[in-house]
T-cell receptor, first 111, second 114 residues
Framework: DTAVSQTPKYLVTQMGNDKSIKCEQN?????MYWYKQDSKKFLKIMFS???????INETVPNRFSPKSPDKAHLNLHINSLELGDSAVYFC??????????FGPGTRLTVL | AQSVAQPEDQVNVAEGNPLTVKCTYS??????LFWYVQYPNRGLQFLLK??????LVKGSYGFEAEFNKSQTSFHLKKPSALVSDSALYFC????????????FGAGTRLFVKA
């Protein structure tokens, strides 16, 4: 069974569209994260939820909105997509304070 | 504020030779330190962590790392490199008094030549 899964794996869309990426973990972890990895492989934290509560909200455009319906899910919705949003988005989970288990990533390409 | 530096963009080593990937950190309190590896088109995989205790930490795939508090370093090492170790390696730090935020270094690409 996949521990952290993301859908879709690839997402190609036009500028201005709205899209969502879904993440699910079956590890029973309390904390989930969204990261953005740019073309230079730099990894930046975007958001984190602990027990469905937003605990990290980095400086990202408010076009990005996370939602955690329950402890096992953390979705990312992006409005009005821009060219600069093209990147690989990783979901991760961890027990509180522990190391993180990463999903396979979603490669977003905005045309 | 937390920060992590990986001073080398790339490390080249011959198969069978020892390897070191460097990492230095800055936190206001005591650190949790981690190493992750990323293979092409994959997510990051956890290798090892230091939280407390012995300064030499052993992890997956024969890797180890040494915590040096005075030099604020946490270098990744392996006695004998394999071609299959070629990948992108990330050092990460979390301040144990600073909540859940983990800061990742910029990554070091390890290339092991046969």
């Amino acid at each position: 069974d996949t521990a952290v899964s993301q859908t879709p794996k690839y997402l190609v869309t036009q500028m201005g569209n709205d899209k969502s990426i879904k993440c699910e973990q079956n590890l029973g972890h309390d904390t989930m994260y969204w990261y953005k990895q740019d073309s230079k492989k730099f990894l930046k934290i975007m958001f984190s939820y602990n027990n469905k509560e937003l605990i990290i909200n980095e400086t990202v455009p408010n076009r990005f909105s996370p939602k955690s319906p329950d402890k096992a899910h953390l979705n990312l919705h992006i409005n009005s997509l821009e060219l600069g949003d093209s990147a690989v988005y990783f979901c991760a989970s961890s027990p509180s304070g522990g190391w993180q288990f990463f999903g396979p990533g979603t490669r977003l390409t905005v045309l | 504020a937390q920060s992590v530096a990986q001073p080398e963009d790339q490390v080249n080593v011959a198969e069978g030779n020892p390897l070191t990937v460097k990492c230095t950190y800055s936190v206001s309190g005591n650190p949790y330190l981690f190493w992750y590896v990323q293979y092409p088109n994959r997510g990051l995989q956890f290798l090892l962590k230091y939280i407390t205790g012995d300064n030499l930490v052993k992890g997956s795939y024969g890797f180890e790392a040494e915590f040096n508090k005075s030099q604020t370093s946490f270098h990744l090492k392996k006695p004998s490199a394999l071609v299959s170790d070629s990948a992108l390696y990330f050092c990460a730090v979390r301040d144990i008094t600073g909540g859940f935020k983990t800061i990742f270094g910029a990554g070091t690409r390890l290339f092991v030549k046969a």
